[in-house]
């Protein structure tokens, strides 16, 4: 099939484009679908381009009555965000590294400074000034000049602080140029390494860069041993995993001592380790892979021992950690903590006096501390959990890379608390607050209030939506009253949920997938919706891990579509509590988010006024019948293998959103891609966006001609990207006139 097999329709003036039909068939398990519009896929043809250039003029034109209030929001963004701004120094070696930005400028710059000695763990105060000593390590500005993409990947340091491997994607397809700079000059090394995958890094030394490749369906299967001086035709591989189920990686411990390789699909997981005084030595396997055992594995030195600390799921489907000898991991294993009834274990990061545990605890990520006693035969302290200070929240680890550290960083946010940036002192229990996200312009950050709700689904199961508005403008009927604990919450308790006086416009943002938890956040480019009046909510619904593995298992595979009726139970609970009505109620996802947006669109379609879909994987049955695409075969233990399953097949062909478009009233929708993108490929929106004209649906498609799949580079045109789409949402929501200060 090419695409010169039919004639373009031209679009008459003042309309939208029309997409010319091409069939082409689809069969499978003795199912034919008929495909008019798969001529798209050929991305390299003029004509494709063509179209997606109509498609973008013609939604200029559809939005060019919001190019005031764009400019209006991208201001307020830009008002509100410290334009000029540092991070807080992390200790790495010998130096102080931090990265700073200057207003005009797109990318961050890292920079440094020495330490004071070794006992050196307080950081220097940062201004706007340089500090004594300060130098620039790299300055992505610079690297980006000349691009209309940038995008910087890997950032690997020698110990000595000498030698920086970086990486740099200017196309958006996340394959990345590794270069090695020389910081005692400034200059790049002849070193250059092409079409990487993220995630390479320089060994402590500086003497190996070790960086991992991809097959010819763009997925991670070598991992490679380059020796710093050398050509890159010489370079060694030292992995190789022929299993198109899984990814390979690789990187250091925080001690430094080990390398590991890492294999993983969705439900299995692999790890090899070299030691670093013979990084020439072949990778040795920590536990066998085992089919449905996943495990992660990290280095800890206790009792003055080498030891490895394993989260793993052999004997419970929540995780559990335990630590075995370096020297012979398949040993006995030895419980790390006693209890684990009521958590999700996620991470454990080792330091030499203590171990951080990252898990989730009635839905949200915590974090606990455990003291090393190096002189005892019960090495490991009880966990002593970090408290949020308030009812909601999410609590993590952030920026932690020494070894040595005698405290630990941690990020704290809600939907109505800026990100406050945290030292725990392990040896006193003290806390020092190192920053707070600075939120600028005329801004009370008391007017803005967040609550937590329930929903029941279809099946029964209570789902959790976070909530957050301006409470000034939403007066709510017993406002002295606070939502349950998740852990706390019933059936009974949700019908005592606190109800709005009148409805709202209001944005639900869901995911629901890959256990990706979204967790509750502050966002100050949200405040331009909360302040026209809009409640902004997140939908918690199964196929994330929120609540657990099982609810990742209950949002999966042939479970899926527990996804949208959870999605659409928290719609309708948001307007039968007076919370919204659909007629002032936007849904917005990504992504597997997207897929959620199209599901909805076609199943409850009356309840929403518009649906926002970005980069969504709205055609999944012809993605994942095609192993040759990126990604694909990995796909499988999430979706199901529809290509050898006919259940499976079946299964999907009943929601998948571009094959279940139904001659019916539709909310406004628009969908955004980005050509480049290799996760979920631009046309599957732009196919979707074409059936849908077919019904009738008023649909828009805006396609980044060059960025990958998280949009655009640059901060700015970030900042535009999301002005955009919030203009688009307050004109359906009837909020397009409302004025603000910013």
């Given at each position: 099939?090419?695409v010169?097999?039919?004639p373009n329709?031209?679009?008459?003036a003042?309309?939208a484009?029309?997409?010319?039909?091409?069939p082409?068939?689809r069969?499978?398990?003795?199912?034919t679908?008929?495909?008019?519009y798969?001529?798209m896929?050929?991305?390299e043809s003029p004509?494709?381009?063509s179209?997606?250039?109509?498609?973008n003029?013609?939604t200029k034109s559809?939005?060019?009555?919001?190019?005031?209030?764009q400019e209006s929001?991208f201001t307020e963004?830009?008002?509100r965000i410290k334009?000029?701004?540092?991070?807080?120094?992390?200790?790495?070696?010998d130096?102080?590294?931090f990265?700073?930005?200057?207003?005009?400028?797109?990318?961050?710059?890292?920079?440094?400074?020495?330490v004071?000695?070794?006992?050196?763990?307080?950081?220097?105060?940062?201004?706007?000034?340089e500090?004594?000593?300060?130098e620039v390590?790299?300055d992505?500005?610079?690297?980006?000049?000349?691009?209309?993409f940038f995008s910087l990947?890997t950032?690997?340091l020698?110990?000595?602080?000498?030698?920086l491997?970086?990486?740099?994607?200017?196309?958006?397809?996340?394959?990345y140029t590794?270069?090695?700079?020389?910081l005692?000059?400034?200059?790049?090394?002849?070193?250059?390494?092409?079409?990487?995958?993220?995630?390479a890094c320089?060994?402590?030394?500086?003497?190996?860069v070790?960086?991992?490749?991809?097959?010819?369906?763009w997925r991670?299967?070598k991992?490679?041993?380059h020796l710093v001086?050398?050509?890159?035709?010489e370079d060694?591989?030292?992995?190789?995993e022929?299993?198109?189920?899984?990814f390979?990686?690789t990187?250091f411990?925080r001690?430094g001592r080990?390398?590991?390789v890492?294999t993983?699909?969705?439900?299995?997981t692999g790890y090899?380790?070299i030691g670093?005084?013979?990084?020439e030595?072949?990778p040795?396997?920590v536990w066998?892979?085992e089919?449905?055992?996943?495990?992660?594995?990290?280095?800890?030195v206790?009792g003055?021992e080498?030891?490895f600390?394993?989260t793993?799921?052999?004997?419970?489907a929540d995780?559990?950690?335990?630590?075995?000898?370096?020297?012979?991991?398949?040993a006995?294993?030895?419980?790390?903590?006693?209890?684990?009834?009521g958590l999700?274990?996620?991470?454990v990061?080792?330091?030499?006096?203590?171990?951080?545990?990252?898990?989730r605890?009635?839905g949200?990520a915590?974090?606990?501390i455990v003291?090393l006693?190096n002189?005892s035969?019960s090495?490991?302290?009880?966990?002593?959990?970090?408290?949020?200070?308030?009812?909601?929240?999410?609590?993590?680890p952030?920026g932690?890379?020494?070894f040595?550290?005698?405290?630990i960083?941690?990020?704290?946010t809600?939907?109505?608390t800026?990100s406050?940036l945290y030292s725990h002192?392990v040896a006193?229990?003290?806390?020092?607050?190192l920053?707070?996200?600075?939120v600028?312009?005329s801004?009370d950050?008391?007017?803005y209030?967040e609550?937590?709700?329930w929903?029941?689904a279809?099946d029964?199961?209570?789902?959790?939506?976070?909530?957050v508005?301006?409470?000034?403008l939403?007066?709510r009927?017993?406002d002295?009253?606070?939502a349950?604990?998740?852990?706390e919450t019933?059936?009974a308790?949700?019908?005592?949920?606190?109800?709005?006086?009148?409805?709202?416009?209001?944005?639900?943002?869901?995911?629901?997938?890959y256990?990706?938890?979204?967790?509750?956040y502050?966002s100050?480019?949200?405040l331009?919706?909360l302040?026209r009046?809009v409640v902004f909510?997140i939908?918690h619904?199964?196929?994330?891990?929120?609540?657990?593995?099982?609810w990742?298992?209950?949002?999966?595979?042939?479970?899926?579509k527990?996804?949208?009726t959870?999605f659409?139970?928290?719609?309708?609970?948001l307007?039968?509590?007076?919370?919204t009505?659909p007629?002032?109620?936007?849904?917005?996802?990504g992504?597997?988010g997207?897929?959620?947006m199209?599901?909805?669109a076609?199943?409850?379609p009356e309840?929403?006024?518009?649906?926002?879909?970005?980069v969504p994987f709205?055609d999944?049955?012809?993605?994942?019948?095609?192993?040759?695409?990126?990604l694909?075969?990995?796909?499988?233990?999430?979706?199901?293998?529809?290509?050898?399953?006919a259940?499976?097949?079946?299964?999907?062909r009943s929601y998948?959103?571009?094959?279940?478009v139904?001659?019916?009233?539709h909310?406004?929708i628009l969908?955004v891609?980005?050509l480049?993108d290799t996760?979920?490929?631009?046309v599957?929106?732009a196919?979707?966006?074409?059936?849908?004209?077919e019904?009738?649906?008023?649909?828009l498609l805006?396609?980044?001609?060059?960025?990958?799949?998280g949009?655009?580079?640059?901060r700015?045109?970030a900042?535009?990207?999301?002005?955009?789409?919030?203009?688009?949402?307050?004109?359906?929501?009837?909020?397009?006139d409302v004025?603000i200060?910013?």
């Amino acid at each position: 099939m090419t695409v010169s097999d039919s004639p373009n329709i031209a679009p008459a003036a003042g309309t939208a484009p029309v997409a010319k039909k091409i069939p082409f068939e689809r069969t499978h398990h003795g199912h034919t679908f008929i495909d008019d519009y798969e001529w798209m896929r050929e991305k390299e043809s003029p004509e494709v381009i063509s179209h997606l250039e109509a498609e973008n003029a013609w939604t200029k034109s559809q939005t060019a009555h919001l190019d005031r209030l764009q400019e209006s929001i991208f201001t307020e963004i830009k008002t509100r965000i410290k334009e000029t701004d540092m991070s807080v120094p992390n200790r790495r070696g010998d130096y102080w590294y931090f990265s700073r930005t200057r207003a005009g400028l797109d990318y961050g710059i890292s920079v440094r400074v020495p330490v004071a000695g070794p006992d050196d763990w307080t950081p220097p105060e940062v201004g706007e000034d340089e500090l004594a000593g300060e130098e620039v390590v790299f300055d992505s500005n610079i690297a980006a000049e000349g691009q209309d993409f940038f995008s910087l990947g890997t950032f690997s340091l020698s110990d000595d602080g000498r030698w920086l491997l970086y990486g740099v994607d200017t196309t958006g397809d996340e394959r990345y140029t590794l270069r090695l700079r020389d910081l005692s000059t400034g200059d790049d090394l002849e070193d250059t390494i092409e079409g990487t995958f993220a995630g390479a890094c320089l060994d402590p030394s500086g003497r190996y860069v070790f960086y991992t490749t991809v097959d010819d369906a763009w997925r991670p299967e070598k991992v490679w041993r380059h020796l710093v001086g050398t050509d890159s035709a010489e370079d060694v591989c030292i992995f190789d995993e022929p299993d198109e189920r899984f990814f390979v990686g690789t990187g250091f411990s925080r001690s430094g001592r080990i390398l590991f390789v890492v294999t993983g699909s969705k439900t299995t997981t692999g790890y090899w380790s070299i030691g670093a005084d013979d990084l020439e030595a072949e990778p040795q396997p920590v536990w066998p892979r085992e089919e449905g055992v996943e495990y992660s594995v990290e280095h800890a030195v206790v009792g003055g021992e080498d030891r490895f600390l394993i989260t793993h799921n052999r004997n419970r489907a929540d995780f559990e950690l335990v630590d075995v000898p370096a020297a012979d991991p398949t040993a006995d294993p030895r419980p790390v903590i006693a209890e684990v009834a009521g958590l999700r274990i996620e991470d454990v990061d080792a330091f030499a006096d203590f171990i951080a545990i990252s898990y989730r605890r009635g839905g949200f990520a915590r974090v606990g501390i455990v003291r090393l006693d190096n002189e005892s035969s019960s090495p490991f302290a009880a966990v002593q959990e970090l408290p949020f200070g308030r009812e909601t929240g999410t609590l993590l680890p952030a920026g932690n890379p020494e070894f040595a550290q005698t405290s630990i960083r941690l990020l704290f946010t809600s939907m109505s608390t800026p990100s406050v940036l945290y030292s725990h002192s392990v040896a006193d229990g003290t806390d020092t607050v190192l920053k707070r996200q600075p939120v600028l312009g005329s801004v009370d950050l008391d007017a803005y209030a967040e609550t937590l709700l329930w929903a029941t689904a279809d099946d029964g199961t209570q789902v959790p939506i976070s909530v957050v508005y301006r409470a000034d403008l939403h007066r709510r009927a017993g406002d002295e009253a606070t939502a349950a604990a998740m852990t706390e919450t019933t059936a009974a308790s949700a019908q005592e949920e606190p109800r709005p006086v009148e409805p709202a416009p209001l944005v639900l943002y869901g995911y629901g997938s890959y256990e990706a938890s979204m967790d509750p956040y502050f966002s100050v480019s949200r405040l331009s919706l909360l302040d026209r009046g809009v409640v902004f909510a997140i939908a918690h619904v199964r196929g994330g891990g929120e609540m657990g593995r099982h609810w990742y298992d209950q949002g999966k595979t042939t479970s899926k579509k527990n996804t949208f009726t959870d999605f659409i139970a928290v719609a309708r609970h948001l307007v039968d509590t007076g919370w919204t009505s659909p007629e002032s109620l936007v849904a917005t996802g990504g992504s597997a988010g997207g897929l959620l947006m199209g599901a909805v669109a076609n199943m409850a379609p009356e309840l929403f006024a518009g649906i926002s879909a970005h980069v969504p994987f709205v055609d999944p049955l012809t993605s994942i019948l095609m192993p040759e695409l990126p990604l694909t075969v990995i796909e499988w233990e999430e979706w199901g293998d529809p290509l050898h399953d006919a259940e499976v097949y079946e299964y999907m062909r009943s929601y998948s959103p571009y094959e279940n478009v139904a001659e019916a009233a539709h909310p406004k929708i628009l969908a955004v891609t980005s050509l480049n993108d290799t996760r979920v490929l631009y046309v599957e929106p732009a196919k979707w966006v074409a059936r849908l004209r077919e019904v009738g649906a008023e649909a828009l498609l805006k396609t980044e001609m060059v960025a990958g799949h998280g949009g655009a580079s640059g901060r700015y045109d970030a900042w535009k990207e999301t002005a955009f789409d919030f203009a688009w949402m307050l004109d359906v929501l009837g909020r397009s006139d409302v004025e603000i200060e910013p």
